[in-house]
């Protein structure tokens, strides 16, 4: 298994551009979510899925929307990037049992807004 | 006011010493999390507790759900183990169904 999968590792935008960040998963996951991570602030929920179809906000959803039209697949789109969207954005899944358990961590993306 | 609270923040130690951090919360939790980050970024998941204590290799993560606090310790403590280690709480009553985190604490283990 790949596990969790997240592209691309590194990216800079200028203001106002828009673009997704791709975040994929062979594990069959039902629970999908993005956080970003600045310094002092800890990671933050910006928006995540319970499974194919369905979507909800997290702590920091503004400037951010997301899709789930598969299992495998959770992609995070800027629609404008703004200088404080630059963070570390990370994907995490884990299985939809009741009570998730082990959070699979993608790599992260390291964003850069101009 | 932060509803996980990591302590401390910082944290120095030499080779072979024993290691706790502490996380507590403030509101009701289902389970708890603690992440171990490297200085490459990557974050990978060491246990999640929702009672009692659990123990992989020099790790031990203790919580007591009652006194909301949460504790990590390492044995026997090496340079690999440098690294910020995050604690994470699913909130129990609702809401964002995803984790609540501390800040991290940043661990640096000298030889």
């Known amino acids: 298994n790949a596990g969790v999968t997240q592209t691309p590792k590194f990216q800079v935008l200028k203001t106002g551009q828009s673009m997704t960040l791709q975040c994929a998963q062979d594990m069959n996951h039902e629970y999908m979510s993005w956080y970003r991570q600045d310094p002092g602030m800890g990671l933050r929920l910006i928006h995540y899925?319970?499974?194919?179809?369905?979507?909800d906000q997290g702590e920091v959803p503004n400037g951010y929307n997301v899709s789930r039209s598969t299992t495998e697949d959770f992609p995070l789109r800027l629609l404008s990037a703004a200088p404080s969207q630059t963070s570390v954005y990370f994907c995490?899944?884990?299985?939809?049992?009741?009570?998730?358990?082990?959070?699979?961590f993608g790599p992260g993306t390291r964003l850069l807004v101009l | 006011k932060n509803e996980v609270e990591q302590s401390p923040q910082n944290l120095t130690a030499q080779e072979g010493e024993f290691i706790t951090i502490n996380c507590s919360y403030s509101v009701g939790i289902s389970a708890l999390h603690w992440l171990q980050q490297h200085p490459g970024g990557g974050i990978v998941s060491l246990f999640m507790l929702s009672s009692g204590k659990k123990k992989h290799g020099r790790l031990i993560a203790t919580i007591n759900i009652q006194e909301k606090h949460s504790s990590l310790h390492i044995t026997a403590s090496h340079p690999r183990d440098s690294a910020v280690y995050i604690c994470?709480?699913?909130?129990?009553?609702?809401?964002?169904?995803?984790?609540?985190f501390g800040k991290g604490t940043h661990l640096i283990i000298q030889p």
């Open positions: 995490a899944s884990s299985y939809s049992n009741g009570e998730r358990e082990t959070q699979y």
């Open positions: 899925s319970v499974g194919a179809g369905i979507t």
């Open positions: 994470a709480a699913i909130l129990s009553g609702g809401g964002a169904d995803g984790l609540t």
